[in-house]
Nanobody, 127 residues
Framework: QLQIVESGGGLVQPGGSLRLSCSASGLKSYAVGWFRQAPDETREKVSCISGHGGNSKVADFVKGRFTISRDNAKNTVYLEMMNLKPEDTGVYLC??????????????????????WGRGTQVTVSS
């Protein structure tokens, strides 16, 4: 019942920035996570945010460079990526868990809790 669409990926040089968007009708009621998968690599969790938006987690390998946020009036979650590195290259996927409600402060941390997935958007960091 949730159709997730990601956008904002592209080709950037090392040190550049991108802003990814994740949108779906009713997304404001769900906790949302961003995941990425490089070629021939296992999918890894990048960042996740509660329904309310007041609580979030960012993986250590992108902490200080990536920021997650949401605008529930637009049913949209963002991932701002700064100072991009070649190792950030991969398909970035948005996933939703719950719904636990737009007032929920719960941040799911296990991948199995995210039941609804978008197709992903490609991010390539190369000079």
């Amino acid at each position: 019942q949730l159709q997730i669409v990601e956008s904002g990926g592209g080709l950037v040089q090392p040190g550049g920035s991108l802003r990814l968007s994740c949108s779906a009708s009713g997304l404001k009621s769900y906790a949302v996570g961003w995941f990425r998968q490089a070629p021939d690599e296992t999918r890894e969790k990048v960042s996740c945010i509660s329904g309310h938006g007041g609580n979030s987690k960012v993986a250590d390998f992108v902490k200080g460079r990536f920021t997650i946020s949401r605008d529930n009036a637009k049913n949209t979650v963002y991932l701002e990526m700064m100072n991009l590195k070649p190792e950030d290259t991969g398909v970035y996927l948005c996933a939703a868990g719950g719904p636990w409600g737009e007032d929920s402060v719960y941040v799911p941390l296990q991948e199995y809790e995210f039941k609804y997935w978008g197709r992903g958007t490609q991010v390539t960091v190369s000079s």
